[in-house]
């Protein structure tokens, strides 16, 4: 079975990691979408909502499934057994950050090969920051993110908040 891990930190899901991940499902047998937690950064939404808009957005996508992960990548990827990475790539912009990564990961673990997909045109300047920057100053992001991700969004930002 060919396994990949789609790795991020999906704070939030866009509509670009979604064409990622539907056009990556196609490529492999199963694609285990890896939500990072990172102790040391404060999230926007915290791990159960980013993870609850991810599995929301995906039912759609039979061979798709959410987990979140601590510590290396490659490990995550060694537990699951993928052979592969996916990360999707906008502009030129994102080269050196994606090339840097993958270099590492490949010391670290030769036989696990870093995957790049070409994000869609209308997509490219989509990132998870404008969405989060557009919805926490009450604009309109709907067209941004994938719908079941806009409703989980909503939910979060309604909820009461200590500064
Ligand atoms: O798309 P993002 O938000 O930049 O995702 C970053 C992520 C989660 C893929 C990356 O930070 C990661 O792989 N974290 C796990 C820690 C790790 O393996 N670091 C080594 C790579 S140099």
Redesign the pocket.
Known sequence: MRIAIY?????PLTRGHLDVIERAARQYDKVII???I?GSKKPFMPAEFRLRAIVASTVHIANVETES????????ARDKGAKVIV??LRATSDFD?EF??AM??RR?SPDLETIFLMTKWEHSFLS?SVVREVALLGGDFSSFVPEATHSIISEFLSLPRIN
């Open positions: 790795p991020g930190s999906f704070d890896g939500v990072g990172n992960f601590e510590g290396l990548l490659i490990h995550f990360r999707g950050y840097q990564i590492a990961n670290l998870s």
